[in-house]
């Protein structure tokens, strides 16, 4: 009996363990299946033909008499459609004024809304802003805005203890009667021939700059901005933190400064993420005056104090992995123990060091809170090789949270946010498969 | 031949510069080591340096002991402890989904999951603790924050039925095996099935009346302290399991094969012995993990609301709460550096005091895990 | 040691570049309110000067003040006026604040449009955001706790509403704080329960925006002055801008025909209609 329970009792955590173990693995997939699927809709979605024109306008791009022909078509299409709305203001003038006053709100959101949807209609004056220059460039986006024509959202508040509901009436309805009504199931069912939506694979999403704050265009300098940071954060750490790395394991004797000094290096890697970027301002730009002000170099600096400990870790578990023979022997035959170092130890223990590297190059391509205070902008160009060394830039992390919060139109460009997360998680993703790649093959060297 | 033959024996001029090279190079190595400690020094002056004049200006007792925080109010008022509440309970929270799920997901890694299995596992870890903590706030705030606000309810019955279910049947089963022991041999495990059926339709029945008593509890705002301790703990779970795992790792094979000679069961060697060998290392690895935590920035200034109050009651994880990264990140806009503002100084302050628990929850664990190490060493 | 060496040779080239390019660099730093303002100037300007880098972060007001005081910003993008202290810190770090008012706004007071609540008044919103009034059914809603929500308090149109509707007194403890415009609309609309407070140029059909004292918030009620919780924009350079500069026309382009249209596209409202 008692052997039955402890059996029991030993299946059990069994159960438990593996378990938590698929709770792990169900977790990730839970965060990555999101990022994944609307991320990959910032590349891959049913282009418009707003979309084309507004490549060859702002970016020279595309067959421009395919698209003059596309846009005859899709004028030719639309012609009716304005032709109402044009019948509809006319027929407004002769109403009597109490309907007239009823309809011109009315008239005017749907004036609105397809602007949103077309772009300028017929006789407006000419805008400045992009957004008002074109209509939608995705039709994901404007199957959005083709509902919000055809019904109208409204509050049933007949039940005053709870909340009201949402209701959508039919903006038909509305205006019963009058020339308009034609124009929304015309638009149901022509909306296809007036944008001429295609499936397009915008790789340019990468390698685009933004227009009109993100409303068009990709997101190049926030990738160039990452790449920028994490360089600079890799050139200021590696040297340090394999010298260091190579004292400890190889010159340093046991002693209190030894320990001290491994103490300091665990409590670095403790450290807030966002003490550091305190730091960063306080040291770099406000004492050393790095840059006038924020700048890549400066948030650079503070990036490599912050991975500093990962390399130093990292690159020490390299170097004590190498097998004695290696130093002995070369130590036998007469080379000095820094020539050893050089020559065997630091050869030898590359693969491992470099999977340090690449682990903490992922680290400093996503942390934000340092480079809040001391690189990162909102808006900027792509910026050339010495610029980096006084000027801010964007950058994939930091814009990722100013687009979700900050941004006056979160809702309209969810798949610029997304692709942007899909992007900065990709390249951690892809850095951490190469690590793995590589630490991989020294396992199997080491096995022989 | 004779023009290659070389004095293996150095001269002294020689030897006595190889030595001062070894010297100098030696020296340049440690100062370059030095680096980190000289940075963690300037961190802390710098930090310590903008900090102090808060205290000489307002003393200790309204920062720690106040609950009004309106550092823009006229006069200001920087009553943080609302702040450190709210740091301690997304912790605490981060914490009670972390350690159960780290530990046991460690231990499945370090004794029961065949090395193939295990191989496979590790990627996920490795994942889980690479992805940016931005990537994990703007989940929490674009789509579980949403998620939890319109259902809320149900979201929090589902976590009931997957948490107590499981556990639930364990302990229905345990009971029923101990209750039966003594019956005679022929009833017995009718009596186990019957009384186990009996516990496990109670536990169910339960459990239906929990989840109806949950569905019905409104979220009013889904960035709240629940939102983020989830994410949090999934954040601190990689840190969790690996050191878990080593410091499970490290008690060895002899304990475990010594065990199993005398005839325990996996559970009971884990339980009995491994455990309590690796315990200072599970400690250290909490500790760590909340490290991990109490130092995220990102995730709880998007998800946690951002609201200064102490929840009511304490433990109400569905109130939004503020944290202290979060003040720092959201507050420093009003930070007057040129005249040095109160403002400025509280921002320093909060930092010290983050800087300070970081620093000795490091020590602690750095203290816990290599006494672990001596001793495993010992024992070998 | 020698980290700070090269840290400071790097800087030291780093400067030598720096002087060379800043008549085409120019820097904005502050609020999230008049960020989209400031982001559209930018660009625009960078179309038409492809040269010039301009740079924005929206990180607030006072970080904006902060910044021109510390010289590391051109253009401070302020939703109000320095404060006294920020002055002072000018005045020794021998800075001329310069204010050109760029745009004007009008905080709205916005909830979800599933809320029956029609209108408030001023003392109402104020009583909510002490925490006197709790639930929407003493307004005429439904049996709901209110859940209060405010701007970050670094921020120019906390201070606003702080000045303009609170006048100096407390907001309750349990008021969340957003760090931005679009982040309190997000939180209103997603949340059926809630007010908050965003500038009209954040206005759209996701949520629904009060009347308040009987006055809706449009850019023509704040024009003509009868909407109450209403403040000028502004940005505030170091001296005035050399004559033909970049600056120069990156500062004064709300006074052109392009920028006035701009600035209406965005939803705020032109200081020559005023």
């Known amino acids: 009996?008692?052997?039955?329970?402890?059996?029991?009792?030993?299946?059990?955590?069994?159960?438990?363990?593996?378990?938590?173990?698929?709770?792990?693995?169900?977790?990730?997939?839970?965060?990555?299946?999101?990022?994944?699927?609307?991320?990959?809709?910032?590349?891959?979605?049913?282009?418009?033909?707003?979309?084309?024109?507004?490549?060859?306008?702002?970016?020279?791009?595309?067959?421009?008499?395919?698209?003059?022909?596309e846009s005859r078509a899709v004028a030719e299409a639309r012609q009716p459609l304005y032709g109402m709305l044009a019948a509809f203001t006319a027929e407004l003038e002769d109403m009597d004024p109490a309907r007239r006053r009823e309809l011109r709100q009315q008239f005017k959101e749907v004036r609105d809304l397809l602007r949103e949807l077309l772009g300028p209609l017929p006789g407006e004056m000419d805008a400045v802003m992009l957004r008002q220059q074109y209509g939608q460039t995705r039709w994901d986006r404007a199957r959005v805005t083709l509902q919000r024509i055809l019904f109208s959202e409204q509050w049933d508040y007949s039940d005053p203890s709870r909340m009201g509901r949402k209701v959508l009436v039919p903006r038909r309805q509305a205006?019963?009667?009058?020339?308009l009504e034609p124009l929304f199931p015309h638009l149901q069912q022509n909306l296809k021939s007036m944008l001429q939506p295609r499936f397009t694979f915008y790789w340019r999403f990468l390698s685009d700059r933004s227009l009109d704050s993100h409303f068009f265009g990709g997101i190049w300098p926030e990738i160039l901005g990452t790449f920028y940071l994490t360089l600079g954060a890799m050139l200021l750490a590696i040297p340090f933190g394999v010298i260091a790395a190579i004292y400890l394991s190889e010159f340093a004797a046991a002693g209190r400064l030894v320990s001290l000094l491994r103490v300091c290096i665990s409590t670095l890697a403790g450290v807030p993420s966002i003490v550091f970027g305190l730091f960063g301002l306080a040291f770099f730009i406000n004492t050393l005056h790095l840059s006038h002000s924020k700048s890549v170099l400066a948030g650079s600096a503070t990036l490599a104090l912050l991975i500093l400990p990962t390399i130093i870790r990292?690159?020490?578990?390299?170097?004590?992995?190498?097998?004695?023979?290696?130093?002995?022997?070369?130590?036998?035959?007469?080379?000095?123990?820094?020539?050893?170092?050089?020559?065997?130890?630091?050869?030898?223990?590359?693969?491992?060091?470099?999977?340090?590297?690449?682990?903490?190059?992922?680290?400093?391509?996503?942390?934000?809170?340092?480079?809040?205070?001391?690189?990162?902008?909102?808006?900027?160009?792509?910026?050339?090789?010495?610029?980096?060394?006084?000027?801010?830039?964007?950058?994939?992390?930091?814009?990722?949270?100013?687009?979700?919060?900050?941004?006056?139109?979160?809702d309209q460009i969810r798949h610029v946010q997304f692709g942007m997360v899909l992007t900065l998680v990709l390249l951690v993703l892809l850095l951490n498969l190469a690590a793995i790649v590589i630490r991989a093959r020294i396992s199997r060297k080491m096995r022989g | 031949?004779?023009?290659?033959?070389?004095?293996?024996?150095?001269?002294?001029?020689?030897?006595?510069?190889?030595?001062?090279?070894?010297?100098?190079?030696?020296?340049?190595?440690?100062?370059?080591?030095?680096?980190?400690?000289?940075?963690?020094?300037?961190?802390?002056?710098?930090?310590?340096?903008?900090?102090?004049?808060?205290?000489?200006?307002?003393?200790?007792?309204?920062?720690?002991?106040?609950?009004?925080w309106f550092p823009s109010g006229n006069p200001p008022e920087f009553g943080a402890l609302a702040i450190f509440i709210g740091s301690?309970?997304?912790?605490?929270?981060?914490?009670?989904?972390?350690?159960?799920?780290?530990?046991?997901?460690?231990?499945?890694?370090?004794?029961?999951?065949?090395?193939?299995?295990?191989?496979?596992?590790?990627?996920?870890?490795?994942?889980?603790?690479?992805?940016?903590?931005?990537?994990?706030?703007?989940?929490?705030?674009?789509?579980?924050?949403?998620?939890?606000?319109?259902?809320?309810?149900?979201?929090?019955?589902?976590?009931?039925?997957?948490?107590?279910?499981?556990?639930?049947?364990?302990?229905?089963?345990?009971?029923?095996?101990?209750?039966?022991?003594?019956?005679?041999?022929?009833?017995?495990?009718?009596?186990?099935?019957?009384?186990?059926?009996?516990?496990?339709?109670?536990?169910?029945?339960?459990?239906?009346a929990l989840s109806a008593i949950l569905k019905n509890v409104a979220v009013s705002s889904g960035t709240n302290a629940f939102n983020v301790s989830i994410i949090l703990g999934i954040m601190a779970l990689p840190t969790i399991v690996s050191v878990a795992e080593d410091s499970l790792q490290a008690a060895g094979r002899e304990l475990r094969e010594g065990s199993y000679a005398l005839g325990a069961t996996r559970a009971e060697s884990l339980f009995r012995v491994i455990i309590p060998a690796a315990g200072s290392g599970i400690i250290a690895a909490v500790i760590l993990?909340?490290?991990?935590?109490?130092?995220?920035?990102?995730?709880?200034?998007?998800?946690?609301?951002?609201?200064?109050?102490?929840?009511?009651?304490?433990?109400?994880?569905?109130?939004?709460?503020?944290?202290?990264?979060?003040?720092?990140?959201?507050?420093?806009?009003e930070a007057d550096q040129v005249l040095g503002s109160e403002r400025y100084h509280v921002l320093f302050a909060l930092a010290l005091c983050l800087l300070l628990i970081s620093f000795f929850a490091n020590l602690a664990s750095e203290w816990i895990l290599r006494r672990q190490a001596r001793r495993l060493g010992g024992l070998k | 040691m020698k980290l700070i060496s090269t840290i400071l040779a790097l800087s030291l080239l780093g400067g030598a570049f720096g002087f060379a390019a800043d008549a085409n660099k120019i820097v904005v730093d502050g609020s999230t309110t008049v960020g989209p303002i400031a982001k559209a100037f930018a660009e625009y300007t960078m179309r038409q000067n492809p040269g010039v880098n301009i740079t924005v972060s929206e990180s607030g007001s006072g970080n904006g003040a902060k910044s021109l005081v510390n010289k590391s910003?051109?253009?401070?993008?302020?939703?109000?006026?320095?404060?006294?202290?920020?002055?002072?810190?000018?005045?020794?770090?021998?800075?001329?604040?310069?204010v050109h008012?760029?745009?004007?706004?009008?905080?709205?007071?916005?909830?979800?449009?599933?809320?029956?609540?029609?209108?408030?008044?001023?003392?109402?919103?104020?009583?909510?955001?002490?925490?006197?009034?709790?639930?929407?059914?003493?307004?005429?809603?439904?049996?709901?706790?209110?859940?209060?929500?405010?701007r970050d308090t670094n921020s120019g149109t906390y201070e606003t509403f702080e000045g303009k509707v609170m006048k100096g007194e407390k907001i309750a403890k349990n008021c969340e704080y957003v760090g931005s415009n679009g982040a309190i609309r997000q939180r209103v609309q997603s949340t059926p329960a809630a007010l908050g407070y965003v500038g009209i140029g954040f206005l759209d059909n996701t949520v629904k925006a009060l009347p308040i004292d009987g006055v809706n918030p449009t850019p023509e009620t704040v024009k003509d002055g009868s909407y109450p919780i209403a403040r000028p924009l502004y940005m505030i350079t170091n001296d005035y801008p050399k004559m033909g500069s970049h600056l120069y026309r990156y500062v004064n382009l709300y006074l052109s025909k392009k920028g006035q249209t701009m600035i209406e596209e965005i939803g705020f409202i032109p200081v020559t209609s005023y």
């Not at chain 2, 019955?157 to 009971?175: D, E, K, N, T």
């Open chain 1, 1 to 69: 009996m008692k052997l039955r329970s402890r059996r029991l009792l030993d299946r059990s955590l069994t159960g438990v363990s593996v378990m938590a173990i698929v709770l792990m693995s169900l977790s990730l997939l839970v965060l990555l299946g999101p990022i994944f699927s609307r991320g990959a809709a910032a590349f891959l979605f049913r282009a418009t033909s707003e979309f084309r024109r507004f490549n060859l306008e702002q970016f020279n791009r595309g067959d421009s008499r395919r698209i003059a022909a």
């Open chain 1, 175 to 179: 205006f019963a009667g009058t020339q």
């Open chain 1, 314 to 410: 990292a690159a020490e578990e390299a170097l004590k992995s190498v097998p004695h023979a290696y130093k002995e022997a070369a130590l036998s035959l007469g080379a000095s123990p820094l020539r050893m170092v050089l020559t065997v130890l630091l050869p030898a223990a590359l693969p491992g060091i470099l999977t340090g590297v690449i682990i903490s190059m992922g680290r400093a391509a996503g942390e934000t809170a340092p480079i809040i205070f001391t690189a990162a902008v909102s808006v900027g160009r792509p910026l050339k090789l010495w610029e980096t060394l006084n000027q801010p830039t964007p950058a994939l992390p930091w814009n990722i949270y100013n687009l979700a919060t900050e941004h006056q139109a979160v």
């Open chain 2, 1 to 68: 031949m004779k023009t290659n033959e070389r004095n293996l024996v150095m001269s002294d001029a020689a030897s006595r510069l190889r030595r001062l090279a070894a010297f100098f190079s030696k020296g340049f190595l440690f100062l370059v080591a030095a680096a980190s400690l000289v940075a963690v020094l300037l961190i802390i002056v710098y930090i310590a340096r903008d900090a102090i004049p808060f205290f000489k200006l307002r003393g200790l007792k309204e920062l720690f002991a106040g609950t009004a």
């Open chain 2, 88 to 208: 301690g309970l997304v912790t605490l929270g981060a914490i009670l989904v972390a350690v159960p799920l780290g530990i046991a997901a460690a231990i499945a890694l370090s004794d029961i999951l065949p090395y193939r299995l295990r191989q496979a596992v590790k990627p996920v870890i490795e994942i889980l603790a690479a992805l940016p903590s931005v990537a994990y706030g703007f989940f929490a705030l674009v789509i579980f924050a949403p998620l939890l606000q319109n259902h809320g309810g149900s979201l929090l019955s589902l976590a009931a039925w997957l948490i107590f279910l499981p556990l639930g049947l364990l302990i229905a089963f345990a009971v029923s095996e101990i209750a039966t022991r003594s019956i005679r041999a022929d009833v017995a495990p009718a009596a186990r099935w019957l009384l186990a059926a009996t516990l496990a339709a109670v536990l169910v029945r339960g459990l239906a």
């Open chain 2, 289 to 333: 993990g909340v490290m991990r935590a109490i130092g995220e920035t990102m995730v709880v200034w998007m998800a946690s609301g951002n609201a200064a109050q102490v929840p009511q009651p304490w433990f109400n994880f569905l109130s939004p709460v503020r944290t202290l990264t979060a003040t720092i990140a959201g507050d420093m806009g």
């Open chain 3, 73 to 98: 910003c051109q253009v401070a993008s302020m939703s109000r006026l320095l404060k006294l202290n920020e002055y002072e810190a000018a005045v020794h770090s021998e800075i001329l604040p310069v």
């Open chain 3, 101 to 150: 008012v760029v745009a004007l706004d009008g905080i709205a007071m916005i909830v979800h449009p599933g809320n029956p609540v029609a209108k408030l008044s001023m003392a109402q919103v104020k009583d909510i955001y002490l925490g006197k009034i709790r639930n929407w059914s003493q307004l005429g809603g439904p049996n709901t706790a209110i859940v209060i929500i405010s």
